[in-house]
């Protein structure tokens, strides 16, 4: 089971303003910003399980780590899980009103399974993310 996801990339300013209006239309909020004088940003939702209330599982880190490796993470495949078809929709419009480019629009992929309403959109840093509903609403 997932905990929590980080990636790094070029411009956190911009990564804001990018999944900051992508990411509400799931639930989300920017719930972290900054951390021991680093950039960073963690977006979140709500969960009574938290002893905070919220879970924050998503987080970007402006540049490369001081241990080595690439300047940011690109060509990953990022998927949340949508409440309805209708947040599906709304993560694709805003994504794309955002600067991402279309990698697929909502809809039913019944390669996958008979409810499976999915977007594809390819984020600033090139990463394949997704919204996808798993039920018929």
Not at 6 to 29: H, M, N, S, W
Not at 93 to 100: K, L, R, Y
Not at 117 to 136: K, P, R
Request: proline share 7%.
């Amino acid at each position: 089971m997932l905990d929590h996801m980080t990636f790094r990339v070029r411009d956190i300013q911009r990564c804001k303003a990018f999944y900051e209006p992508v990411l509400k239309q799931l639930g989300y909020r920017l719930a972290f910003e900054g951390f021991h004088g680093s950039n960073i940003l963690g977006f979140g939702y709500p969960d009574i399980h938290q002893p905070s209330g919220e879970k924050i599982d998503t987080w970007f880190v402006d540049g490369p780590s001081p241990y080595g490796g690439v300047d940011a993470t690109a060509g990953c495949h990022l998927c949340w899980q949508a409440p309805n078809r209708a947040a599906v929709d709304a993560f694709y419009s805003a994504a794309i009103q955002s600067g991402a480019t279309d990698n697929g629009g909502p809809g039913l992929r019944p390669h996958y399974h008979p409810n499976y309403y999915g977007a594809f959109v390819i984020d600033l840093e090139g990463n394949n993310i997704e919204a996808v509903c798993h039920t018929s609403e």
